[in-house]
């Protein structure tokens, strides 16, 4: 049986925190159920780190988040230049950085890699959001690829077909370097939403997945209905 959460908080915006290895990471990982809140209109306050990006790269990861963030209440996009493939041999300087970032901001919900892909960058970023953030509420994330590491994910976002159309849409449009990767379609995109869609059995008929480790229902003093936290 569903249970339905609805990503708010009372007296301000939901304070996000999206974190990806590389240029159009969170996207993948994340991008749909990000334009689904914010096209009904749920306040974000979103934090956009991009870990490994420079040049060209760097400017489509930076078109690209102020798109899929265009609706956010507040929006502040962080681009590194940590070289691909390499982060597990970069990990001193990785780890300083996400030491500032816990220092500038304290997010209610945080999304990141899944702890076991199999890309190495990527399980850097996973360890080093638990290793920082370790009483927060974190959704992982997973990315389509030749490893063949999809598992299967616990925690599902349903959202409309227009709404897994727009990510698949903006993937391609913003980041043109990546077409030469035979994987890197709309079709990839919008199957594995479908196939989450129906793994979730939301009447939206498409979805993302993500992996929580740790889920703690709570009833607030005084009240009967139970608040969902995970973490």
Known sequence: MPLSWTPR?????????????????IEIGCGGTLLAWLSDDVPLDVTWVVCGASGNREAEARRSADYFLRRASQRKIIVHGFKDGYFPYD?????????RLKGDIEPDLLFTHY?????????????????TFRHHTILEYEVPKYDGDLGAPNVFVPFARAVAE???????????SQAVKHWFTAETFLGLARL?????????????????????????????RPAVRAG
């Open 9 to 25: 908080v009372t007296d301000r915006a939901l304070r996000v925190l999206a974190i990806g290895a590389h240029a159009d990471d």
């Open 91 to 99: 990990g001193a300087r990785l780890k300083d950085e996400f030491e």
């Open 115 to 131: 702890r076991d892909d199999r890309h190495q960058d990527h399980r850097m970023v996973s360890d080093l959001t638990w290793n």
């Open 166 to 176: 727009a990510k698949a849409h903006a993937l391609l449009t913003h980041f043109p």
């Open 196 to 224: 989450r869609g129906v793994e979730a059995a939301a009447s939206a008929e498409y979805a993302e997945a993500f992996y929580v480790r740790k889920l703690r229902l709570e009833c607030p003093e005084g009240r009967h």
